[in-house]
């Protein structure tokens, strides 16, 4: 795919949605193409469906329309159009029904894990980010600050602002291109990526003080459970950047940090150095993601999830 518009230039209407406990890539992308869209399509019908965006992103223009798919119930509507964003279909939640009833199906993503799920795919393992994608394939003149404020907030938190390995040349000279507008993007990074709440940060010291190393000090686990989140009153967004704080322990190849989301049903995030490869352990559990960040949902105690994850991290290292 040259141009995204090949692809919706005749389309009256068009749904957009991306990930279950959408992240800032995810937001990024899904708003940065909704703002695009209303504007070179201005007749057209142009939703975006995602549930509620963490308060961070409220700095992004018309965030406040993001429909919410899990009320529709059978009214399911048949877009001429439906473009899944920064994942395959079995992930966006409920927004799958829109997507299986859409006349034409995109999809568009940079995991690795993704096969492509959409009648018209592009998929990118190597871009940095799914924003940096829509960037790519957006026409330049019609952008304007709004559309390069969201695709810019999406690039900072897939790349860690730009400290990840995924981060390219195209992807700071996309990035070059973005700030061009003029938004305040130190302001944009410290508001959305590094300032947290105090709750946010005792949680972080929770997981950091409770954390565990173990084979020969190479990984680091942590886990939080219902009843820790219930103290604190957290949700799954208070979460963000702990298993990264995690990973720059020295000497720690792999980071895991699970959160229990139900009873003995855990959330997994893990991030890799390089050595492990990460997304191929999340997949072995119905997960996915990149080399050197993944995610999965695995059932059962936390000791059991824990030592069904060492064992397949285990086996990298050795065949290493």
């Not at 950047?241 to 009873?263: M, P, S």
């Not at 999340?282 to 994850?309: E, M, S, W």
Request: proline letters at 2%; charged letters at 25%; hydrophobic letters at 40%.
């Amino acid at each position: 795919m040259k141009n995204i518009m090949e692809e919706l230039k005749n389309a009256g209407s068009v749904a957009i949605s991306g990930h279950i406990r959408p992240d800032g890539d995810c937001i990024g992308s899904c708003m940065g193409l909704y703002l695009y869209l209303k504007k070179v399509l201005p007749k057209a019908e142009i939703d975006v469906y995602l549930e509620k965006p963490s308060d961070i992103f409220q700095c992004i223009k018309d965030v406040e329309q993001i429909k919410d798919a899990s009320v529709l119930g059978e009214d399911i509507k048949a877009y001429d159009v439906f473009v899944a964003l920064d994942c395959s279909k079995d992930r966006l939640g409920a927004a799958q029904p829109l997507f299986e009833a859409a006349k034409k199906t995109i999809n568009i993503d940079h995991h690795i894990s993704n096969l492509g799920c959409g009648k018209v795919n592009h998929i990118v393992p190597d871009a940095s980010s799914t924003s940096e994608l829509i960037y790519d394939l957006i026409d330049k003149a019609e952008l304007d600050e709004e559309i390069a404020k969201a695709l810019y907030i999406g690039i900072i938190h897939d790349t860690g602002v730009f400290q990840y390995s995924n981060t390219s040349p195209s992807t700071l000279m996309a990035a070059a291109e973005l700030i061009r507008f003029g938004f305040d993007f130190p302001k944009l990074i410290e508001e959305t990526f590094y300032e947290k709440s105090y709750i946010q940060n005792q949680v972080l010291g929770r997981a950091l003080l409770e954390s565990i190393l173990f084979m020969n000090k190479t990984c680091i686990v942590s886990t939080i459970d219902k009843k820790v989140m219930d103290f604190y009153g957290v949700t799954s967004s208070d979460f963000d950047g702990i298993v990264n704080q995690l990973r720059y322990t020295k000497g720690v190849e792999c980071a895991i940090f699970l959160y229990e989301n139900e009873f003995q049903s855990y959330k997994v995030s893990m991030r890799s150095g390089g050595k492990i490869d990460v997304a191929k352990v999340a997949q072995y559990f119905g997960g996915g993601g990149h080399v050197r960040a993944a995610g999965c949902t695995i059932n059962g105690t936390q000791h059991d999830v824990i030592n069904n994850l060492s064992l397949q991290i285990e086996k990298q290292m050795e065949n290493k």
